[in-house]
């Protein structure tokens, strides 16, 4: 069976991701200080600002009058967003350590690459193929900050 995706349906999904994200890195970075706090408000901010591009774009679009969702598009995008990226274990928690943090982040990037990459096509049918790309590209950068920082924690804890 195949799964036909509108863009409005991957859009929303896009901004409540996004939104999600900036939630968990700006809830984490309320609670450390420093480059901690920096990398994490920093990485908040991206999250916002992806959210705010994919939410000017779905502003332009809409459904036609009486369309629906296909159930099986909107079942495939919820797994997607809801408990497959933002799942109980990476939820922020009151005893989390930095590099606890660093680690949930870096499944919820790895997830996220996933998303938009298991949805590209139907990204471009509105985005511009260049723009898609670097969205994933940053995605992989925030992967590769946040494995860098643990990295960093790591050999200055002698856990390397």
């Excluded at 992806?50 to 502003?59: D, G, K, V």
């Amino acid at each position: 069976m195949s799964i036909v995706l509108s863009a409005v349906d991957v859009f929303s999904a896009a901004i409540l991701l996004e939104e999600r994200g900036a939630r968990f890195y700006s809830e984490s970075a309320a609670r450390f200080r420093g480059e901690e706090k920096k990398l994490l408000s920093g990485l908040a901010s991206m999250e916002r600002t992806h959210a705010e591009r994919f939410r000017s774009i779905l502003e332009g679009m809409s459904r036609f009058p009486g369309e629906k969702a296909d159930e099986d598009s909107q079942a495939f995008l919820e797994a997607l967003t809801e408990d497959r990226i933002f799942t109980q274990a990476v939820t922020p928690d009151e005893g989390d350590t930095f590099p606890g943090i660093l680690e949930k982040g870096i499944t919820v990037e790895k997830n996220s690459v996933f998303f938009y990459t298991a949805v590209k096509d139907t990204l471009a049918a509105t985005m511009d193929g260049a723009d898609i790309d670097r969205l994933i590209r940053e995605e992989i950068g925030h992967f590769q900050s946040l494995t860098d920082a643990l990295q960093r924690r790591r050999e200055s804890e002698g856990k390397a």
